[in-house]
């Protein structure tokens, strides 16, 4: 098959997978109605740490107002709403219970097939979750707008490229599973990580300075801190046009790795369950 019809094909089956993600989801929306309150208990949280920390020292993020903060929290928990995924715990439930062999059967890509499922469950939370979210965090705390309409729009395009980018990394990961079986020890530990040096939990303004350059070269900052940066206005121009490349670049080179490290992986495989 050449590129040019191979590029068409998969769309298609990421079009027909996230479908099938947003219909499945439809039976569990009690838990997104619950986890407006989750989302809300974690920016107030937040909110009254910061707020004691410039109170006690008004400089002590560099490079951010208390103002400035505040909406970085909030808006960070409304757009982890919408990038957050599962697929590296799904991946695992298939491979303990026996239906990764089936799923390894069906003429498509395994990466388009989970992707695409997590692209749906987005598009659903999105509606049933960072909506209601964004809207209750808006009411009760001050967040700013973005920095401008153009902001906004590049924030957008930021923002599909961290939940390209979270489906990439979180594939990787759950291939392991084809290996391991079980990986719970290494998805908690992918989780503190990427939650750290994502920028949800702090700017990266606030790590030591040598290991703010270091963390620089790795995916992880892209997913939470780079749109986070554009909705405050602080990417302008070749800045901005650099940092949306080097995300979507991120994204583009781990899902090409994810589906060749799929490959490796599942060239020796023990199937659980049945």
Known sequence: MTASLALPQTLRHY?????????????????????????????????FIW???????????????????TTYVAVGWIIRTVYFNNIDSNITTEVQNGNIAASMLKPTSIQ???????????????????????????????????????????FVVSLA???????????????????????LGLLRAKYYVQELLSGLLVPMTLFPP??????????????????????LGKLEGAELATALSVQWGWAA??????????????KKVTIQGG
Not at 253 to 266: E, H, I, P, T
Request: aromatic content about 18%; cysteine-free; hydrophobic content about 55%.
């Open 51 to 69: 707020k004691a920390l410039y109170a006690a020292d008004p400089e002590f993020a560099r490079g951010f107002s208390f103002d400035e903060m």
């Open 15 to 47: 079009r027909e997978y996230a479908r099938v993600g947003f219909v499945n989801v439809l039976a569990f929306r009690l838990r997104y109605y619950t986890g407006v309150v989750t989302y809300l208990i974690n920016v107030s949280v937040y909110y």
């Open 253 to 266: 080179v781990l899902l090409l790795f994810g589906s060749w490290f799929w490959d490796q992986m599942a």
């Open 210 to 231: 040598m290991m703010e350059q270091s963390l620089a070269y790795l995916p992880f900052q892209h997913i939470a801190y780079t749109p986070l940066l554009i909705y």
């Open 112 to 154: 388009a097939m989970f992707i695409g499922r997590a692209l749906g469950e987005s598009a659903f939370r999105l509606l049933l979750l960072t909506i209601p979210t964004g809207l209750a965090i808006s009411w009760i705390f001050p967040v700013s707008g973005p920095a401008s309409a153009s902001h906004f729009g590049a």
């Open 161 to 183: 490229a961290s939940i390209m980018l979270m489906g990439a990394l979180n594939f990787i990961v759950g291939a392991f599973a084809l290996r391991t079986k079980s990986i």
